[in-house]
């Protein structure tokens, strides 16, 4: 059954390792590119205001061209860039756990798509945190029971 591959963590691994190369590749070759990601497992530094936050969808399309293209880090486990949201232009860092980019995409054409990131139990900690924002969040207390 496929959840038995995509649940694997060693699959997890090797997928991570490809989504890796593939964008260091693109970066060498001086091509911009975007990815989607699964954002429960994105960490924002500093956190997105709730107004913004909220907006964003569960695959999230990020956009990594002109000045957030020259933030780009990359490790073995992260992909970390500098955008702005919402339109105060509101900056944060961003990291990406590799396993959770869903889409890479050059130019409206999607050149690597991963199904890890769909794997709801690689993302259970990152949920977690994003609950908790929304907890700690004043405006909220009235939704919570």
Avoid at 100 to 124: C, G, R
């Amino acid at each position: 059954m496929i959840n038995n591959i995509i649940e694997n963590s060693e699959y997890k691994d090797l997928v991570s390792k490809q989504v890796k190369e593939t964008m260091e590749f693109l970066i060498e070759q001086g091509q911009e590119f975007a990815i989607t990601a699964n954002i429960d497992a994105v960490k924002f530094d500093p956190e997105l205001p709730s107004l913004v936050f909220d907006q964003l969808s569960k695959f999230s399309l990020f956009v990594l061209s002109n000045y957030t293209y020259s933030t780009i880090n990359i490790d073995d486990n992260y992909i970390t860039f500098e955008a702005g949201f919402g339109s105060e232009n509101f900056g944060s860092i961003v990291k990406v756990p590799l396993f959770s980019i869903f889409q890479i995409i050059i130019d409206e054409s999607i050149l690597y798509i991963n199904s890890v990131a769909t794997v709801d139990k690689f993302n259970k900690d990152a949920k977690e945190k994003s609950f908790n924002v929304f907890k700690n969040n004043p405006n909220n207390k009235n939704l919570i029971k």
